[in-house]
C-alpha cells in the first residue's frame, strides 16, 4: 500500500519562502514520477511540478523560475521549495505518485495548506 505524508506548508508572507517534503514508502518508486498538485478554494486541482527518477522535471508555467522540485530516491522523498511566494499560490497541496509506464494509477497524500498573506 503506498503512502504518501507531507509536511511544511504554513502561513507565509508575499515574497517569503517555503519547503514543502513528501515521504513516500509502500513500493519501490525508482520507475514512479512523483510530483505536487494544488489545489485553492472554488478551484480544480492543478499540476504544478512533477520529476521523475531520473531528475527529468516538469512545471506549471505559474511557477517557472519560483519553485523547484527536487528528489532524493534513496529517501523516497520529494520536495518543492517555493521562492518569491504569491497570494495566488495559496493553495492546499497534494503530493502525488504514479507509475511512469502505463497503466496509471495516482496516490495521493493528504494534503498540506499553504496560505500567502500579509
Known amino acids: 500500500q503506498v503512502q504518501l505524508v507531507e509536511s511544511g506548508g504554513g502561513l507565509v508572507q508575499p515574497g517569503g519562502s517555503l519547503r514543502l517534503s513528501c515521504a513516500a514508502s509502500?513500493?519501490?518508486?525508482?520507475?514512479?514520477?512523483m510530483g505536487w498538485y494544488r489545489q485553492a478554494p472554488g478551484k480544480q486541482r492543478e499540476l504544478v511540478a512533477t520529476i521523475t527518477s531520473g531528475a527529468s522535471t516538469n512545471y506549471a508555467d505559474s511557477v517557472k523560475g519560483r519553485f523547484t522540485i527536487s528528489r532524493d530516491n534513496a529517501k523516497n522523498t520529494v520536495y518543492l521549495q517555493m521562492n518569491s511566494l504569491k497570494p495566488e499560490d495559496t493553495a492546499v497541496y497534494y503530493c502525488?505518485?504514479?507509475?511512469?509506464?502505463?497503466?496509471?494509477?495516482?496516490?495521493w497524500g493528504q494534503g498540506t495548506q499553504v496560505t500567502v498573506s500579509s
Open positions: 502525488n505518485t504514479h507509475p511512469l509506464l502505463p497503466p496509471r494509477r495516482d496516490y
Open positions: 509502500g513500493s519501490a518508486f525508482n520507475f514512479y514520477v
